[in-house]
């Protein structure tokens, strides 16, 4: 199955700075790859996704790259803000329809006003 | 975007009970749905995939029979819990991807089942 590793586990930016977080994957076949937002006690939220076809992606804030060769991929988040203060997981899969997802360990991500 | 509801949004129950959690899309139709079991700090887990009209396939270390679904129609799931005990006690959130979406998953709001 694939294996899914996100560094570092928790982070803490002031406020205005970027936030980056990489997420490494196993599985060569992955060829969609998202970013979910969870706040205390909600549904994952997504936030962000790339396809395999894809190496960068931005909208507004946030951007994903993407490096298929090293089998990582990364959630950038720029003029972070406090809102922007959550757990974010990735979650790589193979083909998208009914395949899984294998989410990563999380990411703890504190802005700091 | 697409909508996935989960009822009931808290459950506290004694153990020994079976806890039934029902799972929705509101509008488009699901073959497949997703059951996820989250515990504190920690991610998500996929217990099982709910196929509409067949068997769920379970995950390396979940109890089917102790962990029942059921996916009778193309926009309900089901997962009993049964006998629940302590243990059990965790975040269970469903998830769906509608065939339009191209393969984004979209996650009901989550059940906190406490099991006392």
């Known amino acids: 199955g694939e294996n899914v590793e996100q560094h570092p586990s928790t982070l803490s930016v002031q406020e205005g700075d970027s936030a980056v977080i990489k997420c490494t994957y196993s599985?060569?076949?992955?060829?969609?790859f998202p970013w979910y937002k969870q706040e205390l006690g909600k549904r994952p939220q997504l936030i962000i996704d790339?396809?395999?076809?894809?190496g960068e992606k931005k909208d507004q804030r946030i951007a994903v790259t993407l490096n298929k060769t090293a089998k990582h991929f990364s959630l950038h988040i720029t003029e972070t803000q406090p809102e922007d203060s959550a757990v974010y997981f990735c979650?790589?899969?193979?083909?998208?329809?009914?395949?899984?997802?294998?989410f990563g360990t999380g990411t703890r991500l504190t802005i700091i006003p | 975007g697409a909508v996935v509801s989960q009822h009931p949004s808290w459950v506290i129950c004694k153990s020994g009970t079976s806890v039934k959690i029902e799972c929705r899309s509101l509008?488009?139709?699901?073959?497949?749905m997703f059951w996820y079991r989250q515990f504190p700090k920690q991610s998500l887990m996929l217990m099982a995939t709910?196929?509409?009209?067949?068997?769920?396939?379970?995950e390396q270390g979940v109890e089917k029979d102790k962990f029942l679904i059921n996916h009778a129609s193309l926009t309900l799931s089901t997962l009993t819990v049964t006998s629940a005990h302590p243990e059990d006690s965790s975040f269970y959130i469903c998830?769906?991807?509608?065939?339009?979406?191209?393969?984004?998953?979209?996650f009901g709001p989550g059940t906190r089942l406490t099991v006392l």
């Open positions: 998830s769906a991807s509608p065939s339009t979406s191209g393969g984004r998953e979209f």
């Open positions: 599985d060569s076949a992955s060829n969609y």
């Open positions: 790339i396809r395999s076809n894809v």
């Open positions: 979650a790589p899969r193979g083909n998208f329809g009914n395949e899984k997802l294998t």
């Open positions: 509008d488009f139709q699901a073959t497949t």
């Open positions: 709910s196929n509409e009209g067949s068997k769920a396939t379970y």
